[in-house]
């Protein structure tokens, strides 16, 4: 296997004690452990609402719905990012229109080209804080307001981060969380929605459970004997044991961001002047959950070549991401083509993303840079 794979996961006994526990109750969905995840998650975000989901493409799509968008709308967002972002809006019947990125030291989606692909449809703004480092959220909901659509925060890599003191998933009209296995924290599968608007959360946790007005929770505890269904809603729920991992993971969270910028610290130290290699995000502030660690290759660099090389030293790399727009369903259903966004197409060309975990020791971070070092020096004598 990998000596230093891309990501780990810091489970211990406590998470298998708080499964152990949840399994010995007997009570496996839908119920206090779920309530109080949710109140601990909005309370660390700093929201009224917080409501646990089973993904957050789960969570993206009753944002979306949340909002009544669906057919004729479009959704703005960026193509530089995981997929579940644009089929979540693609499930309501929307268009995701797409943004391109700032530009090659900064990956977040670009103000000044979502206001250029603001159009009379133009519903919401749907934004990815890129590696957990926060977009400007000022620009954007000045944009936001100025054209009276709602913004949706895509917080997967975000877990965390803050925005001049806030976290994000707290400024836009609704923050959508995931907790897969190689998020910032996990409940190997899991989501968050976020938001400070009553209205929406109510619709948000009806959408839920089938749009149904009890739940089973109630139902037991004798609060309700039966139920309504006032909306066309989803099984997006997620589970007790789910719940109980996840509390447990929150304590850890703000510890394990501390690790991570440690490790980006050593990074950039050690690979912000090596030619041929930049950087993005290196001026950094202290608010990022530093979620990955990209790196943008020169275009003299073959990309296949380096991440042969790291992985015959048993180091995991990945990209982040190949583009959206250009994957064969976009281009067949969305009119998406080749230049349609330049700066996200040649970052799309020459990303990695280098390993990043809490766990990782500074040795094994020393060993990645010598290994990418050693790769580039042999690359340029060639
Ligand atoms: C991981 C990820 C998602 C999807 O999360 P799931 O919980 O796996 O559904 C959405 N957007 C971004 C940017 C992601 O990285």
Redesign the pocket.
Known sequence: MWKIPLFDIGFNEKEMIAVQEVLSSGWLTMGEQTEMFEREFADFINVKHAIAVS???AA?HLANLSLNIGEKDEVICPSL??V??SNSIVYTGAKPVFADIIDLSDFNISPVDIEKKISARTKAIQI?HYAGNPCNMDHIMEIADKHGVYVIE?C??ASGSEYNGRKCGAIGDIGCF???SN?NMTTA?G?MITTNNDGLAEKIKLMRSHGMTAMTLDRHKGRAFSYDVVELGYNYRIDEMRSAIGIVQLEKLEDDNIRRREIDQIYNERLADVCCIKVPFNVKSDSSSHHIFPVLLDKEISRQGFMKVLKSNGIQSSIHYPPIHLFDYYRRNSGCHEGMLPTTEDVAQREVTLPLYPSMRDDDVHYVCDSVIEYIKKEQDN
């Open positions: 993904n957050c493409t993206l990012s995981f579940a972002g990815v895509d997967a890599h995931s907790f897969f998020k599968e989501g």
